[in-house]
């Protein structure tokens, strides 16, 4: 800040506002606590899980013993806090907004205002965390990276909402009350009110509704509010199933209640009129792997088993009990689908075409006779012979590990969910191909939403906890490919999974504790992962692994350290632990990438933090650390250099 300039905060208001921040938090994360429904139960979801995970970020603010000015200069709004305020409280008035959110009485236009809220308050969000200030206000790395992770879950979901907007649009879209938009005799719905921000203005944001063939990537995980409200009736179908909120891509209108229009009046002149039995009747999009129910009905696979996973037990379209859950594969449909797609030069919503699917050089390769195989195999997965069973999962397990192609048709032919259920089979012989199998597709990212939709994680670790030690290697192995995907790292350290892993990395295999420690290393880049991998006692297994050379993962123990030490429960644990000692020993005699890390995790452990300072210098640190200096890696350099710097500052108090 220039001399003279008078900071727009003090650092007595800054840390009111910190606290008012946190508070606001708080009060985010409660009103999630019971879990959300409606139409708009995952955008609750997201976005309050996304304002908890900053709650770290804002604790570091809280306790930064420096400079505040720099959380003043960097918006061009004012301050940085004023920002995050806005955005929080409004997400509070939101979410409550939302959640009680009903078709049934709400007139048509308010569920826009509401997913255009989610649009502005992700998009503003993103943009203030883009400038934050985190180096002025030293700001963890560890912290950082978690920061990092939500903002790149808010740039995708503000990309799903529709794109990016403009602040004068963002803050005329924040001044207006949603509350006008709903019948003030719902009292209930007034609270919507809440979300007003001191400005002027009206939201003008066009309607644009896009009229596409191809789903979207995120089609398994549910439907969202970055998708327009329909109804049922345009089906023809009954009027209970009238009452399904069903969304596909909009934005807010201009301020008016006006009725969404038709995908007819919106189809794009000359573009093929899609045949209604084609579209699922819970998204509107045309189905890519179609199943029917026990009421005879079809739907898109992701979407009624989303249904189901609620705690639905009737048919969505006739309203009819269903008397069992078992989702039958519709094959002729899905075959007519590929043909019309085929006929009308529509892009299909498949990796499929005609049979052939595409390679990576733009061609096709004729697959018709592997899907038909395939298809065979896939029935004989649910044989009462265990003998049939046993063939044909050994099969899929053959075939999943020679190509992407082939991982593409096994998911395609609707093979998961079945190969899901066969992970608690008393067989063992079925029970290892089927984990082996699940992992060997996991690794074609689509199959990654087909695994997590069909209620794997509970069965995985199951045979992590109780399978032979080749099927708990590739549990393993399967829960590092599927936490590559940054929601399923919440929901698997949510399973129980964590414990399982750190037994493995006590006393597995050697391939076992390798597949543990990367999974490991994976979940624990979510913040809320840390304390749950430290109380199920990850630091005596990796300290372990630190001081017996014979087991080669010293790597792997340094690697999940670096991650682990800025929390401040693991920060204790591993000081508790007694592995300073170990890691000045690493300075002295390890591999020099061996040196850099542990240089960055007796930096961590010892900034700002006298004792550690002490018992660095007692131990002898000074010597390595210099040699460090000197010799090291760039990394190591600085991380050396910046400890001995510690180390004076702290013998000069």
Known sequence: MAGGDTPLISDDSTAASMHALLSLVQDVVKASGGGFKGPFKKDCTDLARRIALLSHLFEEVRDFKGDLSALDEFSSSGSCLVDLKVVVQATKGLLVAADSFDAKISPEGAAKKIAFQFQCLTWKLERTLKNFPYDQLEISEEVQEQVDLVRGQLRRATERYGGSLTPSRLSRALSQPLDKEIDPLQSRNRIIGSLHVESTGSIDHEVTEKVEISPRTNSSKGYGSDQMIHRLERRGSSSASSDICLLNNADADDGESSSPKSSEENRKPGSPVIPDDFLCPISLEVMRDPVIVATGQTYERSYIQRWIDCGNTKCPKTQQKLQHLTLTPNYVLRSLITQWCVTHN??????????????????????????????????????????????????IRSLSKRSTDNRILIGEAGAIPILVSLLTSDDGITQDNSITSILNLSIYEHNKGLIMLAGAIPSIVQVLRAGSMETKENAAATLFSLSLADENKIIIGASGAIPALVELLHSGSSRGKKDAATALFNLCIYQGNKGRAVRAGIIAALLKMLTDTSSCMVDEALTILSVLVNHQEAKAAIVKASTIPALIDLLRTGLPRNKENAAAILLSLCKRDNENLASLSRLGAIIPLTELVKNGTERAKRKATSLLGHLRKSKQL
Not at 361 to 375: C, K, L, W
């Open 346 to 395: 529509v892009e299909q919503p498949t990796a499929l075409t005609s049979g052939k699917v595409k390679r990576s050089d733009g061609t096709f390769r004729d697959v018709s006779g592997e899907i038909a195989a395939i298809e065979s195999l896939v029935r004989k997965l649910s044989s009462r012979s265990i003998e049939e069973r046993r063939a044909a999962v050994k099969e």
